[in-house]
């Protein structure tokens, strides 16, 4: 079977119908818009055998099916959707990305649903971009790419990851009745905290470094316990930082980190399915041409509005009965001070698509 480009494939398209694998179904938002999609073979046969008259628009099956080999090409497609290239099309298919790909909003029923073993451990990173994890994260992990479906903050991204009900309140009613938390942040002092770690039965832990985590993880009761930990990533970075990030180093010792989480957990014997997730990503200012949409006050978020604002570069969202206006991609809505390397609240493959890894245990 032969392998081709997308440009390849869209000229292929045009002189013929093709049965087509994909690495990913979000490849065909890149295609023509007038390309018809089919999601099996037969259903592509039976619309070029049907007796009524049928436009001549290309056409593609999602699949390979070897009994039709002598009536459709079969081909694959080596496209890669998921690349800042993604920021082209980004908003003007918007509607489209989120019905082909999983959305943050979903996150929790997909945990809940792949939940098993004895234990279950949700790593939640604050700051981690499908991007920066594709270049310097842990390539034997396979992650899912996740769209953020709304404000790229932590606050707003974080409660969706966990939901409502919790995932610690739904993963009870499965049977994980005892949950513990262990959390960066000091509780006492942070709302944010008290609503993620909504229904952990067994308290919050502040600790200072993963290795205290581990340490205090080994002392824990794990059989039929969810675990949740969040983590400080590459957003503690993007703000009030004097010198350029090591967003490398930091990306690898997460990897490593949850990693090591598993190894752990093993060694006790103990199955377990382990998560790994992000509430958004990063846009660097090193790495893009960022461009000035107004000149706003120093203090203004530089990558969105609070309430609905009129413009054809702004995506509209609703999160709680609140309203925002997401700058897409490259723009911002003031000068970046020296020590903020990197934005986050906007709408950018960068900030937008996070990773969704799952490792389960043995």
């Not at 023509?32 to 037969?42: A, K, L, N």
């Not at 056409?59 to 390979?64: E, F, M, R």
């Not at 969706?160 to 262990?182: D, N």
């Not at 604002?309 to 969202?317: E, T, Y």
Request: include cysteine.
């Amino acid at each position: 079977m032969r392998t081709l480009g997308l440009d390849e494939l869209s000229a292929l398209l045009e002189r013929s119908p093709a049965m087509v694998q994909l690495r990913h179904r979000l490849s065909l938002v890149f295609l023509p818009e007038e390309v018809q999609t089919f999601d099996t073979v037969e259903e592509l046969i039976a619309a070029l055998d049907s007796p009524n008259p049928q436009p001549e628009l290309p056409a593609i099956a999602l699949s390979v099916d070897d009994r039709f080999i002598h009536r459709l090409l079969a081909v694959r497609c080596d496209h890669d959707p998921f690349t800042s290239d993604l920021n082209r099309i980004l908003f003007p298919k918007i509607e489209q990305v989120q019905k082909m790909v999983l959305c943050q909003s979903q996150v929790p029923d997909w945990i809940v649903q792949n939940a098993a073993g004895d234990c279950v451990i949700l790593f939640l990173v604050d700051g981690l971009g499908l991007s920066d994890w594709k270049r310097f994260g842990k390539s034997e992990l396979f992650c899912e790419p996740c769209f953020v479906d709304g404000l790229t903050v932590t606050s707003q991204g974080m409660k969706r990851i966990v939901g409502e009900p919790t995932v610690a309140v739904r993963l009870a009613e499965k049977g994980y009745e005892r949950s513990f938390g262990f959390s960066y942040w000091e509780r006492e002092e942070e709302q944010l905290t008290d609503q993620i770690f909504f229904g952990v039965t067994e308290g919050v832990t502040k600790v200072r470094s993963f290795e205290e985590a581990l340490e205090a993880l080994d002392k824990l009761p794990l059989e039929n316990s969810f675990v949740s930990i969040v983590r400080e990533g590459l957003d503690q970075l993007c703000h009030r930082h004097r010198d350029r990030p090591d967003v490398e180093a930091t990306v690898q010792q997460l990897g490593d980190e949850f990693l090591a989480l598993a190894q752990r957990v093993q060694e006790r014997g103990i199955s377990a399915t382990l998560f790994l997730t992000a509430d958004h990503g990063i846009l660097w200012r090193h790495e893009h041409n960022l461009r000035l949409y107004e000149a706003g006050s120093s203090n203004v978020p530089p990558r969105y509005y609070e309430g609905f604002m009129s413009g054809n570069l702004l995506w509209r969202v609703n999160f709680l009965g609140n309203d925002y206006s997401l700058l897409t991609y490259p723009f911002i809505r003031r000068q970046l001070k020296s020590t903020e390397w990197g934005v986050h609240g906007g709408l950018s493959f960068e900030e937008s698509f996070v990773p969704l890894a799952k490792l389960t245990v043995p």
